[in-house]
């Protein structure tokens, strides 16, 4: 079993559309939960990070960790072309030592059409 | 743009040859972070360098090592390549060795092909 699992998809969806990206982690040492998002051929782009269980907003993007079932979403909301991507869940555990390890998901890819 | 630069953007090698892939951090930032990215085993951790010292590894194999410089850049070394090692490589950077809100900042990558 992965630790950090996400569905590949692809995920196609008009403009405007409300967008739930998801994963799921086995680790319940894991803190630390992120957003990242890679467009085709760049490097990724961290896009939402929280810490421990709980909602964050930021503009259009909301992330939430629930870490009694050990799921994390990412929503789009009013989403448009240009948030067409790869977007990748990763976590990290407790830090001991130095150890900054991030354990990422498989990435979702994701298309929004006009 | 991030503020971490990676040189060169592609490298296109053959197999049993020996690469040097190069990493800059963003200003300020000591820790430097090397991912491999393929597409059956999407993007894993390799290795960490922090102001100089490696400080965590992952599942980095024997043919490949990795330094930090006094000038805090990194090279990442691949040597008896094989055709499996053709992926993206990225490096990372932040500014401290660990923490919760220790953000990682990725370069645009380098592309690895191996034939």
Partial sequence: ?114 | DSGVTQTPKHLITATGQRVTLRCSPRSGDLSVYWYQQSLDQGLQFLIQYYNGEERAKGNILERFSAQQFPDLHSELNLSSLELGDSALYFCASSYGLAGGSNEQFFGPGTRLTVL
């Fill in chain 1, 1 to 114: 079993q992965k630790e950090v699992e996400q569905d590949p998809g692809p995920l196609s969806v008009p403009e405007g559309a409300i967008v739930s990206l998801n994963c799921t982690y086995s680790n319940s040492a894991f803190q630390y939960f992120m957003w990242y998002r890679q467009y085709s051929r760049k490097g990724p782009e961290l896009l939402m990070y929280t810490y421990s269980s709980g909602n964050k907003e930021d503009g259009r993007f909301t992330a939430q960790v629930d870490k009694s079932s050990k799921y994390i979403s990412l929503f789009i909301r009013d989403s448009q072309p240009s948030d067409s991507a790869t977007y990748l869940c990763a976590t990290k555990g407790a830090i001991s030592g130095g150890y900054n390890k991030l354990i990422f998901g498989a990435g979702t890819r994701l298309a929004v059409h006009p």
